[in-house]
């Protein structure tokens, strides 16, 4: 069982910078692929960022050139580095984990993201 825990949700101006980080438990962080998913209200949820056990990353259209996700194995962390922020960033922004074999997957509780316009 992994437990991820989310934190640097907060409300900011459009066209501001906020970076969130999602800390893991155990001692296989390092094997874990791993990525972060946001939902809005009404809206399904959609991968934002995704980046691999070797440090491959991959970005959905809508956040390419903004976002950054970036993994410390040392620390057991991911972050996600959001720059110029627009008022249709926002939602609820989650970090999942998912073993080296695809089988299991794990998510944390979310952190909100609020960009005014």
């Known amino acids: 069982q992994v437990q991820l825990v989310e934190s640097g949700g907060n409300l900011v101006q459009a066209g501001g910078s906020l970076r969130l980080s999602c800390a893991a438990s155990?001692?296989?962080?390092?094997?874990?692929?791993m990525g972060w998913s946001r939902q809005a209200p009404g809206k399904q949820r959609e991968l934002v960022a995704s980046i691999t056990s070797g440090g491959i990353t991959t970005y959905a259209d809508s956040v390419k050139g903004r976002f950054i996700i970036s993994r410390d194995n040392d620390k057991n962390k991911v972050y996600l580095q959001m720059n110029s922020l627009k008022p249709e960033d926002t939602a609820v922004y989650y970090c999942?984990?998912?073993?080296?074999?695809?089988?299991?997957?794990?998510w944390g509780q979310g952190t909100q993201v609020t960009v005014s316009s």
């Open positions: 155990g001692d296989r962080f390092s094997t874990y692929a």
């Open positions: 999942k984990a998912r073993t080296p074999t695809g089988m299991s997957a794990y």
